[in-house]
């Protein structure tokens, strides 16, 4: 992964899994990720899942993704072409949904604080950097095998191509 350029949302603190996918639907609607997508922050901000762009990227606040471990906060997000959620904090099993799920999250207060809804940003893993109007942030290192479960797109996808076959 190297440095990528995105459009940002933001949002603020304590925006919990109820928010990103409304729980209404969990049981109702499709798993089908295209389905999801549409109802993607729908309580939130109505505007996001007939806007939002592949490569885009979520700024938030202090604990997102608090409430329940429903995998469909992090599907949703994914199949709307979320890129990205940078925040202040993640609620614990959100952070691990999103790795999980192959969606890229950083902890990264100051940029949250100084970015707003539609500015362009760029990330960069390799020096763990991110980029605006001038300005630069650094965020922790994700360690490696985090970034190797994200570049294969999920913890799934990233153990069957690292299993040991019988024989082998």
């Known amino acids: 992964m190297t440095k990528t350029s995105h459009r940002v949302w933001k949002y603020g603190d304590k925006v919990n899994t109820d928010v ?3 729980g209404k639907y969990t049981y109702t609607i499709s798993q089908d990720p295209a389905a999801l997508a549409r109802h993607a922050l729908e309580d939130l901000d109505p505007s996001f899942a007939a806007n939002a762009r592949p490569g885009d990227v979520i700024l938030a606040g202090r604990n997102w993704g608090n409430g329940s471990s429903r995998e469909q906060a992090v599907t949703c997000l994914l199949a709307a072409g979320v890129h990205a959620v940078i925040a202040a904090s993640f609620a614990r099993i959100y952070y691990r949904n999103a790795i999980n799920s192959g969606l890229l999250v950083i902890e990264c207060p100051p940029v949250v604080e100084s970015v707003e809804t539609g500015d362009l940003i760029e990330i960069d893993l390799e020096t763990t ?3 605006h109007a001038g300005q630069t942030y650094e965020f922790p290192p994700l360690p490696q095998q985090v970034l190797d479960i994200l570049d294969a797109g999920g913890i799934i996808p990233y153990l ?3 299993s040991i076959r019988d024989g082998e």
């Open 20 to 22: 990103i996918f409304p």
């Open 129 to 131: 950097q991110i980029y």
């Open 160 to 162: 069957q191509a690292n």
